[in-house]
């Protein structure tokens, strides 16, 4: 097997564009990898293909982040956006072919405030995973095999910090 490929990530607090911007940051990465294997001719009475890539590693994959933060407030809220591109899941066996999952994207939310006093001991948070709940669809071949969702999640929690 071999693999190659590029990763590019950008963090920056927009604070340079205006003062107002000061509690605003974005973070992103983007990872593109090419991967290959190559199984020998002795394996091709069980597998269908000699040739294919990793299993489970999708060649785009895209995580991007706003922040904003006020800390005198105690106040912290996230956005998080992911994509995560078509990826084999089960190699094709007897003349099958593969089985791909289909890229899809997901939206996360996180949101905390702190209170009492000056070293706000106390958490309040709140999250949101999975806002899109976009559907995950598996193909073999040009023919769909099965498909999901995973459904949202939604949570609150309260945090005191002893120390």
């Known amino acids: 097997a071999k693999n190659w490929g590029v990763e590019f990530e950008v963090r920056k607090n927009l604070g340079f564009l205006s003062s107002r911007l000061a509690s605003l940051s974005v973070m992103s990465n983007y990872t593109y990898v090419n991967s290959n294997v190559i199984i020998g001719q002795q394996q091709l009475s069980v597998v269908t293909s000699v040739e294919r890539p990793l299993v489970g590693q999708s060649k785009n994959v895209f995580n991007g982040t706003v922040q904003y933060e006020i800390p005198r407030w105690g106040v912290e809220a996230r956005t998080l956006v992911n994509f995560v591109g078509r990826r084999i899941t089960d190699v094709g066996a007897f003349g099958l072919p593969d089985i791909h999952e289909d890229g899809y994207p997901s939206l996360d939310f996180y949101l905390s405030k702190r209170f009492l006093g000056e070293a706000k001991k106390l958490e309040l948070k709140f999250s949101g995973e999975n ?12 023919n769909p095999y099965w498909y999901y969702n995973q459904g949202r999640t939604f949570s609150v929690g309260v945090a005191y910090t002893i120390f």
Request: proline content about 0%; glycine content about 8%.
């Open 131 to 142: 806002l899109i709940n976009q559907q995950i669809r598996f193909n073999q071949g040009s």
